[in-house]
Structure formats: structure tokens, C-alpha cells
């Protein structure tokens, strides 16, 4: 069994806790469709991760304290993939 969490927004994670926050790998669904699956860090995307935009663009990199940070791919819908360094 694989831990998971459903929160009353309707936001879906399953994946590694720690001290009752997400801490490790897992990927979370949110009520809006949106995902992201990759690292954690007390709570917050940190480390490598993909995030999935609801009209389907992906950015794929590097993330800090719950924030898009470094370097990374950004897929666009029209199928234009950009290298980024977010600062």
C-alpha cells in the first residue's frame, strides 16, 4: 500500500510522508487537474519534478521550496519545447 491523502479541496496525493508532511517522492492530483509528480521536501515541490498544466503543458526541472527554480523543459501545447532557467 502506497500512503495517500485526500484533501477536503479535492487535491489527491499519494506518495512518502514524513512528520505528516509529504517528504520524498509522490505526485499529487489537483481538483483543478493539474499534477505534479517528483520530489518533496517538509510539505513543498523541491528537487526534480514535472508539473502538468490543465490545458497540458509541462514544465519538467528543477523545483524549490514549492516554487518552479533553476533549470528545466517547458513543453508547450502547440509542441515547442523551450530550455528555461527559472530564477
Known sequence: NVPHMLAKSGN???????NDKRHGQGKV????GET?????????QH???????SSKEVYEGEF???R???QGKYYHSNGNIYEVIIL
Open 12 to 18: 489527491v496525493y499519494t506518495g512518502q510522508f514524513s
Open 36 to 44: 505534479y509528480e517528483g520530489e518533496w521536501r517538509r510539505g513543498r
Open 29 to 32: 492530483t489537483y481538483s483543478t
Open 47 to 53: 528537487g526534480y519534478g514535472k508539473f502538468t498544466s
Open 64 to 66: 524549490s521550496n514549492g
Open 68 to 70: 518552479m527554480q533553476g
